[in-house]
């Protein structure tokens, strides 16, 4: 009897969809977009650069903000550009939406700066590499591909090649890396001697934000190399805060609070001692995740904090 | 057991080991090989020339100074991209200096720690066949003594063997590179060495192809990362033992500095059974 009983308790277990742990079907966006063509910015654009910035002028954006949808599961989504060599390198940077933190759960105090939870079903992710144009297996808006191709020697030994010319870099090492979700990616592509040459960028879905099943995202190209850029925040200099406001609403607004989200975000990592992040979220709290520590909101004084940092505060009002 | 049932299960075996032999013979064709081959380079060509910080400038030709030969297995050779013969290169591609696809390949030599910080990036594998002749090297052609963390001079071959050992966990010389058989032999104006490129893919007509890096007048080496390699954590000695930078028979043009000598007679090998000899007689000056 017992046995049965349990056995029937188990199979009531084992009815849960976990529907909530995967990003449900929009047809808001599409699964793949053809982004067109970008211009290359001048690295000054990166004290500047907004969703404004970029349609400023009429048909021809100077970079995207924009969506693509989860895939069917079977394909690959994703978004491609191209952009012309300008003859040097050019730094092609991706900021997919929105940002995210681990919160710290140690022993120590609930105020350390990182003990607030991140809100993990906004952000998604996208993965970064391109090269020239005339490599590209792919078709635009239609099919993600690849660089591959083919080099045959003089024995006739055929040897497949990667022609990528740039994969996501790590601020850390320099060398192919994942920045993780949320996490802007860049990599660098030396132009020399391509000047006007097309090349195209692929954005490639990785993952997508649970709450809307849509996933926003920012992209830009940049004079000179990833290191080169003016953002002083950050090791590569390419942080969170290079491209801001790229979370976006299912009918494509700004998604509320969510570029200050971001710059508490980068104030908190230059200053941590200055508690942003913790102050932002206690004033607004459907912003970050949820179940913070007990007292963390209590610990802060939140209305000094709004008083000191205006901007970070009611945004949502 | 009765006779029957003995014979019967001798007959067993006897076809059981027939299978087996029979297996044995099986051709995989994988389409590799192993090369065997000889090395050679003319002693006035082996000649480096040394300077230090008090500005005396000597000549040295001695085969301990002779630095890592590597030798690849390629398509064919090629000398359109550099003043020197080369590997036919694949496509290049931004940054790149392009990869020359290497069929398989292999050294006379290899960067070896000399258990002290002052070898990092400074002795190869198979040129010393004894501690005091590591010392006698640095002593009397680098003019440079062997010193140890504090700067002391090691003048004892067997407090220079103790150091390895401790230093490497070892209780004999067979387990260090650093010390053994040497590779190069005098053969008249020659220096000599055999060498094997194990396990190459194979085509007939395959070229091979090498340099050999030689050191700067500074005796540093340009394949070699100091940065890299195993680490050394002896007590307050804390620092890497250096090793060859990776892909270099893929990218040798970013390796080939001056003073570099490089095959100028590449072997075309047309069957893997006969043994190949490549002579490194251009020596490259930029």
Redesign the interface.
Known sequence: MLAAAALAVGLVGCDRAADDLLPQANEAAPQIIEIGELPVLPQSATDEISATYCDSEGDAPNCYYGQVRATDGTTVGGATFTFKGTGSPVCVVVDPESLTWNQYIGAGSSTVTWGYPDNNADDGDMDLFG?LTSYYTGSPGIEIGDFSGF?T?????E?E?D?V?CYNESPYTGGEAHAGRGAPEFCT??T?GREGIDYTVVLETFSVPRDDGLLAFSAAVFEGRCTNQTDSIGLAGITECTMTGEARTESGELRECSRQLEFAYCLNTNQPSKQYLTGFCCANPGVCGDDPPDGICSEIDVGAFCDDNPSLCNCGT | MSSDRLQRVALAAIVGSLSLSAACTYTEDLGMADLRGTVRVKKEDATITLTNLAGEIWEVTDPRAIGPVYVGVYAGLDDSLYEYPHPEWGPVLGDGAGDAFPYGGGTVGRFAWGCYEATVCKTVSGRYDSYQSVLDFFKDELRSPLTDAEGNEITSAIEFQEKCFQAEYVTSDGELDIVGDTDFVENGDYYEAEIQILGTRFEPGVTVWGFIDQPDETFSFSTCDDSDGDYNAYYDERYYKGTNFEEVLNFPGEYIRNGDLVSDTAAVVDDPEQPFTIEFGFKYED
């Open positions: 090269g080099y020697d003089s024995l006739g030994r040897i090649i022609y010319e592509i030396n020399a």
